[in-house]
Nanobody
């Protein structure tokens, strides 16, 4: 599946952004989806994940309560709502897709995801 992420931008601390990730094919609903982020010189970091029907989600501890992952299988799109943004949230945000045998589960591990979008840049100013 091909993925395209968009929605990044420049926002002040405390502000909000909504990232979107559109998938190219109709089997989107068979994939678990994840969001990761990366700062130059650092390893890619797990942000959030959602299973195929949206009934199971997971978040990194530092994002829990501020970020919300959701999906619309009819639109082949996964979203990441970013609220209460902090300067340390500045990063390139990537969406990714994974086939997980247990469809109720999600994964925090980047190696599980075999399709990645190109990334969208989020910059939070202080």
């Amino acid at each position: 599946v091909q993925l395209q992420a968009f929605g990044g931008g420049l926002v002040q601390a405390g502000g909000s952004l909504r990232l979107s990730c559109a998938a190219s094919e109709g089997t989107f609903s068979s994939y678990a989806m994840g969001w990761f982020r990366q700062v130059a010189g650092k390893e890619r970091e797990f942000v959030a994940a959602i299973n195929w029907n949206g009934h199971n989600t997971e978040y990194a501890d530092s994002m829990k309560g501020r970020f919300t992952i959701s999906r619309d299988n009819a639109k082949n799109t996964v979203y990441l709502q970013l609220n209460s943004l902090k300067p340390e949230d500045t990063a390139v945000y990537y969406c990714a897709a994974a086939k997980i045998a247990d469809t109720g589960r999600v994964s925090r591990l980047s190696v599980v995801y075999n399709s990645w979008g190109q990334g969208t840049v989020v910059t939070v100013s202080s």
